[in-house]
């Protein structure tokens, strides 16, 4: 379930069968006016309420077993996500290890289906962490992805009206990363009709409403939030490519917010690829693979596939995000070897450490 009528949560609530909530959310939602009605609707419902938000942007394994230490202590049989993706990734874990053995690594033990359902209500436009079977922690400092069927939330509250208060670096950041899980699912070699569908009506919103989501305005708000959903959906189906699995260290190096890092991965590595389609390892072949970068194109609004590269580029320019240095020929060492193979496997393109270490420089200048 979809919605953005209130109505359909209070629904929800008072259909019965619900007996403890566990709420995720991070302390900027408390500020929100939705967080006192929705623990007003829940207590209401008389329905037991427990709230979790120790957890950091980020978050650690250690914080998600607390979370799933007190929802099993509470006996919970319901999760409300609320917040931006870590609030998501947080949640879906505490689902996914709540009812295993935590005296051993949560990471280890093979995930069970259970029925625990949640509701995601995102307070970002970017994630698209709603529609997805995908969550990102951190254990030992290392990234570790979640995957599981079962974690897809069954109910998502989109309101367009948490997007109000978002800082203007932030609203820029998750715009981008849902721009970029668009584009890299429509070229994923594990794209469908369906995913690379869901993936052109992200890209058209997100261009459609950009100027009027940037200036806070309710229709971009509104629009923005449908379509980081819709890119959502079609990652869901691919998965992410070399854009992202190029950008996660970029950010803990720099500083950079996640969608910031991806956008800037994105810039290079979109012309790299298209100009080096006989290297395709796409099984549909090289013809698949320049038609499907002509018909991007056109999604974008442009002719060429030269043009569509530059729309983004001038895009990118556009929202004056800084532009990270290069400080020394061994962070350029690390940045090639934390690429994650797997995720370079989703590319058609493939890119070897040299080409990644090229690929770098041109972000890093």
């Not at 949560?106 to 436009?125: G, H, M």
């Not at 998965?239 to 996640?258: D, E, I, P, Q």
């Not at 530059?310 to 995000?321: D, F, G, I, T, V």
Request: aromatic residues 8%.
């Amino acid at each position: 379930m979809i919605s953005s009528d209130y109505l359909e949560i209070e629904k929800l609530f008072n259909q019965g069968g619900i007996r403890s909530v566990l709420l995720v959310c991070g302390n900027s939602f408390r500020k929100q006016e939705l967080y006192k009605r929705l623990c007003d609707t829940v207590k209401s419902s008389g329905i037991q309420l427990t709230e979790f938000s120790d957890f950091q942007p980020n978050p650690q394994y250690e914080s998600v077993i607390k979370g799933a230490d007190i929802f099993q202590r509470e006996k919970c049989d319901f999760i409300i996500a609320a917040g931006g993706g870590s609030a998501m990734d947080v949640a879906k874990c505490i689902k996914l290890f709540y009812n295993m053995n935590k005296d051993e690594s949560c990471l280890e033990q093979k995930i069970t289906d259970n029925k625990v359902p949640i509701l995601a209500i995102p307070t970002t436009a970017g994630t698209g962490s709603e529609a997805t079977c995908f969550a990102v922690i951190y254990y030992k400092g290392n990234k570790q992805s979640v995957e599981h069927a079962s974690c897809v939330p069954q109910y998502v509250f989109l309101d367009a009206s948490l997007l109000d208060t978002l800082p203007e670096y932030q609203r820029k950041a998750t715009m981008l990363d849902a721009f970029c899980h668009a584009v890299e699912s429509y070229w994923s070699v594990n794209s469908t009709d369906r995913s690379k569908e869901y993936a052109a009506k992200a890209i058209c919103e997100i261009l459609k409403y950009q100027k009027q989501y940037l200036d806070n305005e309710k229709a971009g708000n509104e629009g923005m939030l449908k379509a980081a959903n819709l890119a959502g959906c079609a990652i869901n189906i691919t998965r992410t490519t070399a854009a992202h699995a190029m950008c996660y260290k970029l950010t803990g190096l720099y500083g950079l917010a996640h969608g910031h890092a991806a956008a800037y991965c994105l810039a290079v590595l979109w012309p790299y690829m298209a100009e080096h389609t006989e290297r395709c390892i796409d099984s549909r072949g090289e013809a698949y693979l320049n038609k499907m970068f002509e018909e991007l194109a056109g999604v974008m609004g442009c002719v060429t596939v030269k043009g569509a590269v530059e729309k983004y580029q001038a895009l990118l320019e556009r929202l004056s995000l800084p532009v990270p240095k290069l400080r020394n020929e061994e962070e350029l060492d690390i940045l090639k070897k934390s690429v994650n193979p797997d995720r370079l496997k989703n590319n058609p393109v493939p890119l070897t450490e040299k080409i990644l270490e090229n690929l770098y420089r041109q972000i890093l200048q």
